[in-house]
């Protein structure tokens, strides 16, 4: 779409000046954002996470999360697991081609109505939690380094369109200090050296799940969730979940500078 009508270039650039002048912190000015453009767009849920892919199994490695709108935790949960199963493969596959520059796209654009509903990711993750459309803009950082924002809408409601995705693009290409501001997070440069079943748990933990809700969540016992993360403690150089989650947030205390091996 070349163009836009007058309103939503208004509601634009109504947004992003709202943005610059709020007086708060750098999430508060990141969810102000995505609460604005999520009306502008009239998306449910929103997620906002940067994430590093270069993971040997493929799975991205996710160091900042942000997120707004869940209708409920269960659905939240189906989400998270969905994304970080074998399930999601084929779409995360399709969402690495053309990643090179700032690229948005809908569901339909990164796989057609027919694979994508016979997909395991919809019929098992998406469905079931009254998850229907999805929208992705992805933002290179460099070396690897992404800024993902993600909308959902609905099961039910009507897909994107293209006015949606323009939008969508326009104002994520015009917050460049917002994508980069916030990536030093201390746990970045550890994240890739977890298991593929580390980083399931950790996800979960930095979610605020007990060791009894990963547990039921990932299908583990206990006693499994405690020994994953005692390594991932002794990964970070922590000793429990506080001194943890302080290494995900930009210029967060890190922890012994000899973790563990």
Not at 62 to 86: N, V, Y
Not at 158 to 172: W, Y
Not at 227 to 241: A, C, E, P, S, W
Request: neutral net charge; proline residues 5%; contains cysteine.
């Amino acid at each position: 779409m070349d163009y836009l009508p007058v309103r939503d270039v208004r509601g634009i650039v109504r947004l992003l000046g709202d943005v610059a002048i709020l007086e708060t912190d750098l999430p508060g000015k990141r969810r102000c954002l995505m609460q604005g453009l999520a009306k502008l767009i009239q998306a449910d849920t929103w997620v906002w996470l940067h994430f590093k892919d270069d993971a040997k199994d493929g799975l991205p490695v996710a160091f900042m999360f942000l997120e707004g709108g869940w209708q409920s935790e269960f659905q939240r949960m189906k989400f998270a697991e969905g994304t970080i199963s074998p399930a999601a493969e084929a779409f995360n596959s399709a969402m690495r081609e053309g990643c090179e520059a700032h690229i948005t796209r809908r569901r339909v654009d990164l796989l057609p109505d027919k694979e994508w509903f016979s997909s395991d990711l919809a019929r098992l993750h998406f469905e079931p939690a009254g998850i229907g459309e999805y929208l992705s803009s992805l933002y290179p950082l460099g070396d690897k380094v992404f800024s993902s924002i993600v909308f959902l809408r609905r099961l039910g409601q009507p897909p994107f369109s293209p006015r949606d995705v323009c939008i969508a693009h326009v104002v994520t290409e015009e917050i460049d200090w917002l994508h980069r501001q916030g990536t030093d997070v201390p746990a970045a440069e550890h994240v890739n050296e977890l298991s593929t079943r580390q980083r399931q748990v950790l996800f979960q933990l930095l979610s605020g799940d007990s060791v009894k809700e990963i547990a039921k969540k990932l299908s583990l016992s206990n006693y499994t969730v405690n020994d994953h993360l005692k390594r991932i403690y002794q990964r970070f150089g922590v000793n429990g979940r506080g001194e943890l989650l302080a290494q995900f947030l930009a210029g967060g205390q890190a922890g012994r500078s000899d973790p563990l091996a």
